[in-house]
């Protein structure tokens, strides 16, 4: 069955290169990035996978922790981070699912059922395997994002949708189109404009279905 957001995120054990983790336990009282990719020393997940080691301070200070997924193997996943301190410039201290058997990529609705992959494969064997999961501390699947082959993904994105989902989190906001941490949000329409003021003090009313306030501490 196709994984939706608010599903809990399954409670996989998976080999990786810092060895066996159950994903619950990884996630903990955190949130969890993982991020997947077809195929190890590539060129534009080589890429990817440093811009998340680079910004390793940033995941801290979001209380987050990132995971990647390549449909390799362990010793693979080990050589590989070399190329990618090396082009990066920074530690990858981070996890790599090995997935060969593909059990991850089907369980995480990545890839059909049948899907294998044949002798001599290349990346594009597996190339529906580019997906972003952010996991909030409860289990469960705040936002997924799915990419080709062809388009390296934007982790300011990635870090500004973590924030947007961070900030609502169990509180009646929403964030308007191109918000950034620290900007105005929208009031919940589940609150009438008393119950709004009550709770966040001052707003403004631009439509009467759109109120926005000062992003709360």
Known sequence: MALRINDTFPNLTVETDQGTISMHDYIGDSWMILFSHPKDFTPVCTTEFGAVAQLADE?????????GLSVDAVEEHKQWKSDIESFAGAEAAFPIIADESLEVSKALDMLPSEAYLPDGRTAADSASVRVVFIVSPDKKVQL??????????????????????????????????????????????????????????????????????????
């Not at 308007?176 to 620290?182: D, E, F, I, L, Q």
Request: proline content about 6%.
């Open 59 to 67: 995941w801290a200070k979001r209380n987050t922790k990132v995971i």
């Open 144 to 217: 997924m994002m799915s990419y080709p082959m062809s388009v390296g993904r934007n982790f300011a994105e990635v870090l500004r949708a973590l924030d947007a989902l961070q900030a609502c989190y169990n509180v009646p906001i929403a964030t308007p189109a191109n918000w950034v941490h620290g900007q105005d949000v929208i009031v919940a329409l589940s609150l009438d404009d008393a119950a709004a003021k009550e709770k966040f003090g001052e707003i403004d009313v631009k439509l009467p279905y759109l109120r926005t306030t000062k992003m709360p501490a």
